[in-house]
């Protein structure tokens, strides 16, 4: 059974700092993917990553970046100098298929940026 | 257009009344799926279509009722319902089973109160 596991239920930071979100998952399969979707206020999932099992490099996207570490199950994401916008609810999700069937989410972490 | 689209945003019913939910996919995807998020809860998948035919129905109560007439369309139809049946209800595309793209693209969901 897979199970992903977000023990940040709300994090509050100041606009400018740097937060990170963690991430835990369990899996059996030796292929699986990872993802990071974020739900603004407005409702929608936005995808964010998707990364698969035999990849870990660690990827920086402006200014967001994910540390994919397999020995410990854990694929966290960083927000380098947040921003008001950035106040959402982030989700980390894992299938391992890789089919969008089997997702399997988080509970997911409320990051509020106060200005 | 936004990818997937979903109407009405908001919706308020009362337990006797029936009425449906709409989503609208723009992608060219061929799976569509419902998902339930209640607060505090990690978002349930509920119904998953794949080229217009039922392929997963997670134990869901027959008073959602799921319709796919085509790959662009899904309707959920909701009758008798209750309560604890008031959450966001979100519609999510992707390819199915597999595909270069792997991620599901959601609609920024239905907010339904049962009153």
């Known amino acids: 059974a897979q199970k992903v596991t977000q023990a940040q239920t709300e994090i509050s930071v100041v606009e400018k700092e740097d937060v990170t979100l963690d991430c835990v998952y369990e899996?059996?399969?030796?292929?699986?993917?990872l993802f990071w979707y974020k739900q603004p206020p407005s409702g929608e999932l936005v995808f964010l990553i998707r990364?698969?099992?035999?990849?870990?490099q660690n990827e920086i996207s402006g200014r967001y970046s994910w540390n994919f570490q397999k020995s410990t199950s854990s694929f966290n994401f960083t927000i380098t100098a947040s921003q008001v916008v950035d106040s959402a609810v982030y989700f980390c999700?894992?299938?391992?298929?890789?089919?969008?069937?089997?997702?399997?989410f988080g509970s997911g972490t409320q990051l509020t940026v106060l200005p | 257009e936004t990818g997937v689209t979903q109407t009405p945003r908001h919706l308020v019913m009362g337990m006797t009344n029936k009425k449906s939910l709409k989503c609208e996919q723009h992608?060219?995807?061929?799976?569509m799926y419902w998902y339930k998020q209640s607060a505090k809860k990690p978002l349930e998948l509920m119904f998953v279509?794949?080229?217009?035919?039922?392929?997963e129905n997670n134990s869901v109560p027959s008073r959602f009722s799921p319709e796919c007439p085509n790959s662009s369309h899904l309707f959920l139809h909701l009758h008798t319902l209750q309560p604890e049946d008031s959450a966001l209800y979100l519609c999510?595309?992707?390819?199915?089973?597999?595909?270069?793209?792997?991620?599901?693209?959601f609609g920024q969901g239905t907010r339904l109160t049962v009153v």
């Open positions: 999510a595309s992707s390819q199915d089973p597999t595909g270069p793209t792997l991620e599901a693209f």
């Open positions: 899996t059996r399969d030796t292929t699986y993917y």
């Open positions: 990364r698969n099992s035999f990849d870990e």
């Open positions: 999700a894992l299938s391992d298929s890789g089919s969008a069937r089997q997702l399997t």
């Open positions: 992608l060219g995807h061929n799976a």
């Open positions: 279509y794949s080229l217009e035919e039922r392929v």
